[in-house]
């Protein structure tokens, strides 16, 4: 009873526990978008933020990703990280959401990209200050910041979305406006997460972190979120210029539903495990491979859990949302194999913690993106969303076999004592 309770108590119950809040939350969200939005204005607005949302990671400037990896370290010179680092996050957020908003002009629709390009700066933000409580291993702050901005966002979409078309606005601007607020709620809610990390390690500084210094340990974490980003945002914006708004807004109501299933998968390995994994990969070598070895099981048997929970909930979906997206139930089924098969993926790639092992990521991500692009392009020009989800679906099976041979041999390699 006492391990009970002290499971419940833990931090790692409290991180599954909120991501699954802030799962629901997003399943919430997602009806209430398709309650109020035709699929059309759904597509239109998802394509949109799925534009921003491709600027994220380098507004965020990898800096989540060196922050973790110099705490696993012990480096020295990580307070001098946290203030440089700082520094160029808000220049590299500030001038990515003004570049979006001068596309928004020339597109005709600036007021709409200045309130949906906060998002750029909500999110990076975000993601450093996720690194920061992330590297501290301090995991209820950390699945609080996860979860809180999913409850934020449902609350304003429930609630000032439909209030601004009461008062006679169109719901895809009301619903801009929602999303405008949203982000710069977030904003500085992270503001005040940053400043408190920032002023722990203040006194601490002992000169001053070049550009250079930074760019270099950040750009493997640039890049390889960039091409996931990219790849995962592609779909939206491929189905709406060669499907049309109506497909794009079923692909993105499915493709939100089935990835608030990997959430769980993505914080338990990207979240929870991965800074262990870098101080387990010097330290402790043998819990590192174990970790990987029994983890295989383990992923197996959630992707298949989740494979089996998405095929039997796509029938009933109907009954969540309107008749306008009866057609999303198909996709989002088909989207339970990409989510299975990135689960696998993810357990994979935290083992994958060395600087040659990050450029082998990305090598393998850019290989993979070069293929998916135009598969996308081709299936929603042919069949439609579906057709885009066929493409990921290759592509997500493209990574889980580059990952797990990597992941093995290394782990092969460690097992036997030799030097890696």
């Known amino acids: 009873m006492n391990r009970i309770l002290s499971f419940l108590k833990g931090e790692f119950f409290v991180l599954v526990a909120l991501t ?54 012990n480096d020295s010179a990580l307070a001098d990280f946290v203030g440089a680092g700082l520094k160029w996050l808000f220049i590299a957020s500030t001038l990515c959401y003004i570049i979006f908003a001068i596309i928004g002009f020339f597109r005709e629709a600036a007021s709409i990209y200045a309130l949906l390009g906060l998002t750029i700066v909500a999110r990076a933000l975000q ?3 996720g690194g920061a409580h992330q590297a501290e291993q301090n995991y209820r702050s950390f699945a609080l910041l ?38 710069a709620i977030l904003i500085s809610l992270c503001v005040i997460d940053l400043r408190r990390f920032n002023k722990r390690y203040k006194s601490q500084r002992i000169g001053l972190t070049r550009f250079g210094d930074i760019f270099r340990r950040s750009n493997p974490f640039i890049l390889s979120s960039l091409l996931f980003v990219a790849y995962t945002n592609a779909g939206v914006i491929i189905t709406s210029h060669f499907a049309g708004f109506a497909d794009a807004g079923r692909y993105a109501l499915a493709s939100s539903v089935a990835m608030g299933g990997f959430m769980l998968s993505s914080v338990i390995y990207q979240r929870y495990l991965q800074p262990r994994m870098f101080r387990w990969r010097v330290e402790d070598r043998l819990r590192f491979v174990n970790t990987v070895k029994k983890g295989t099981l383990f992923n197996i048997i959630l992707s298949g859990s989740l494979l089996i929970f998405f095929f039997l909930i796509s029938k009933y979906l109907i009954y969540i949302f309107s008749d ?14 990409v989510v299975a098969l990135r689960c696998i993926a993810s357990h994979f790639s935290v083992a994958l913690v060395r600087h040659e092992d990050l450029k082998y990521r990305s090598r393998f991500q850019l290989y993979g993106f070069a ?21 990921s679906i290759f ?24 030097d890696t």
């Open 324 to 337: 306008e997206y009866a057609e999303a139930a198909n996709i989002i089924a088909a989207f339970g194999v």
């Open 20 to 73: 699954i809040v802030g799962g629901l939350a997003n399943l919430g969200t997602q009806a209430a978008l398709a309650l109020f939005l035709t699929p059309e204005q759904l597509g239109r607005l998802a394509s949109i933020l799925s534009m921003a949302y491709i600027f994220v990671p380098i507004a965020s400037f990898g800096i989540y990703g060196v922050w973790v990896r110099l705490f696993a370290e």
């Open 395 to 418: 592509y997500e099976g493209f990574m889980l076999i580059s990952y797990s041979i990597r992941a093995w041999a290394l782990v092969s390699v460690m097992a036997e004592g030799r």
């Open 146 to 183: 996860q979860c809180w901005p999913y409850i934020l966002r449902i609350c304003v979409v429930f609630s000032i979305g439909p209030a601004l078309q009461i008062l006679g606005m169109s719901p895809f601007f009301a619903f801009s406006i929602g999303q405008g607020i949203f982000a």
């Open 127 to 129: 993601e450093a200050a």
């Open 371 to 391: 293929f998916v692009i135009p598969a996308m392009i081709l299936g929603a020009a042919s069949i439609g969303a579906l057709g885009v989800v066929y493409a």
